[in-house]
């Protein structure tokens, strides 16, 4: 089976990228290089779900992706390549890449303490819709005039593309608590909350992200800033806005086990630190089932 050696991604220019990789040397006369098929892949999330861009094909080794010039700036594009052996059907796939600073040492290592202060004390769980900016445009856009003529598309989520975020990724942020505002419309009052959240560096947050908090409160970001350490994000701190109640994007699902408590906060934070091997919530009520507010 061929071994990749290199997968980068790399370019200078502003509407396309160029992915390249090279192999192993064959060193086997039995083996042919042309008994092997590459698949290249292509997504805005690092967990996809990724489109076939180019492929199958044979004996090359770069690849020239155009890409739309809308919204880049705020877009990561992320590349896998499948090869695949003809002959026993056996198959290998490489990556993501994308064109974003290789982390050195230290930056690996505040990205690991970070995630560790996240996890286990500051952090709960919290999952983001990645909005995608290319692939198929829904029925409800009008491509002469360029925009959406249905507000609330169940299809498109107001994106204009079908599907409208890509899969859902988990992760542990720490969120700051928020003035609590009402604004007064002619037609109805209505709270506006803006609130501070950060994490680390995956997965990389941007404008128009969707995110869940535990309690189903959804949130869109608005803005994020990252810290870098070479070029490479460790840090972000992002503004996030709450979508009011009866917004489209309530019903993007969350198909996450509900009764796995252990994933939405860390148990460590509610045992009895005086002994380490009970598995109970330390409580002044008595004997109280989980979940009991007191």
Not at 115 to 129: A, E, I, N, S
């Amino acid at each position: 089976m061929l071994r990749l050696t290199k997968f980068y991604c790399r370019s200078f220019d502003l509407d396309s990228l160029t992915i390249w990789w090279e192999i192993d040397d064959i060193i086997n006369l039995t083996d042919d290089i042309y008994a092997y098929e590459f698949t290249l892949s292509k997504s805005e999330a690092q967990t996809g779900p990724y489109d076939i861009v180019f492929g199958p094909f044979q004996n090359i080794f770069s690849f020239r992706d155009s890409i739309h010039p809308e919204n880049h700036k705020n877009r990561t594009i992320y590349y896998k390549l499948l090869i695949k052996d003809k002959r026993n059907q056996e198959y290998r796939e490489y990556g993501p890449t994308a064109q974003i600073p290789e982390p050195n040492l230290e930056a690996l290592e505040i990205i690991r303490q970070e995630d560790v202060l996240f996890r286990g004390f500051t952090g709960r769980k919290w999952y983001v819709f990645p909005r995608k900016t290319f692939g198929a445009r829904c029925h409800c856009f009008n491509k002469v005039m360029q925009r959406l003529e249905i507000g609330n598309c169940k299809d498109c989520f107001r994106t204009g593309y079908l599907a409208g975020y890509n899969s859902p990724i988990a992760f542990y942020a720490q969120r700051d608590p928020n003035a609590r505002q009402l604004q007064k419309t002619p037609d109805m009052d209505h709270t506006v909350n803006l609130a501070q959240l950060r994490t680390i560096s995956y997965p990389q947050l941007s404008p128009g992200d969707i995110l869940v908090d535990s309690e189903n409160h959804r949130w869109v970001v608005i803005v994020s800033t990252p810290t870098q350490r070479l070029g490479y994000d460790v840090h972000q701190e992002v503004t996030i806005k709450e979508l009011l109640k009866g917004s489209i994007e309530y019903l993007l699902p969350v198909n996450d086990d509900i009764k796995d408590v252990n994933s939405i906060s860390d148990r460590r934070n509610f045992t009895n630190p005086q002994n380490v091997n009970t598995d109970f919530k330390p409580n002044y009520l008595g004997d109280q089932p989980d979940g009991i507010l007191y």
